[in-house]
T-cell receptor, first 117, second 118 residues
Framework: DAMVIQNPRYQVTQFGKPVTLSCSQTLNHNVMYWYQQKSSQAPKLLFHYYDKDFNNEADTPDNFQSRRPNTSFCFLDIRSPGLGDAAMYLC????????????????FGDGTRLSIL | AQTVTQSQPEMSVQEAETVTLSCTYDTSESDYYLFWYKQPPSRQMILVIRQEAYKQQNATENRFSVNFQKAAKSFSLKISDSQLGDAAMYFCAYRSGDYTGANSKLTFGKGITLSVRP
């Protein structure tokens, strides 16, 4: 089945030690999103890629970066994780063509739960 | 900026009964899309139902239906014949009809935790 896959499901890192989370998709969607979701809160969009075009949210800390080497893969890099970065990170995809994406659902992965020691 | 409000943090329903989850939103746009997403514990978020603002007819998907009141900016979800598998966190979300670039994102409410009593 076509899907959005996030690895790993659980990631533990040390305070200040760089960490990378990965997302892959078999849906051939041209838009990929990264969300941060803290416990019992709504997902908060960090940034998204439309094809190779990167769109950063205004309030996303500089500590968070992303790479999309090809259509299928997208990475979230946290350069120097702090205790406040412990959260679930969700990857999502959608398809955008002229006037189509608006009502198209975003397809989410299972998420990666990041813990900071 | 658009905002989505889910004022009830938790709700409970008896199995086989009907429950309605509330959502209101604020926008100055006339063209937009509304969604309800379900997030079971430790599982992925999935789409439950969606509504285009230009459509007057309320969306329905099997046991799930919405009551979309555009003038009141209200978008409630009704779950009929509740099942144990409906227990989850439910998020209401908004997307602008001008969806390019910065407007592509979903704006989520804080969510509501639904429990189903057997």
């Amino acid at each position: 089945d076509a899907m959005v896959i996030q690895n790993p499901r659980y990631q533990v890192t040390q305070f200040g030690k760089p960490v990378t989370l990965s997302c892959s998709q078999t849906l051939n969607h041209n838009v990929m999103y990264w969300y941060q979701q803290k416990s019992s809160q709504a997902p908060k969009l960090l940034f998204h890629y439309y094809d190779k075009d990167f769109n950063n949210e205004a309030d996303t800390p500089d500590n968070f970066q992303s790479r999309r080497p090809n259509t299928s893969f997208c990475f979230l890099d946290i350069r120097s994780p702090g205790l406040g970065d412990a959260a679930m990170y969700l990857c999502a995809t959608s398809r955008r063509t002229v006037r189509v994406e608006g009502n198209q659902p975003q397809h989410f992965g299972d998420g990666t739960r990041l813990s900071i020691l | 900026a658009q905002t989505v409000t889910q004022s009830q943090p938790e709700m409970s329903v008896q199995e086989a009964e009907t429950v309605t989850l509330s959502c209101t939103y604020d926008t100055s746009e006339s063209d937009y899309y509304l969604f309800w997403y379900k997030q079971p514990p430790s599982r992925q978020m999935i789409l439950v139902i969606r509504q285009e603002a230009y459509k007057q007819q309320n969306a329905t998907e099997n046991r799930f239906s919405v009551n979309f009141q555009k003038a009141a900016k209200s978008f409630s979800l009704k779950i009929s014949d509740s099942q144990l598998g409906d227990a989850a966190m439910y998020f209401c979300a908004y997307r602008s009809g001008d969806y390019t670039g910065a407007n592509s994102k979903l704006t989520f409410g804080k969510g509501i935790t639904l429990s189903v009593r057997p």
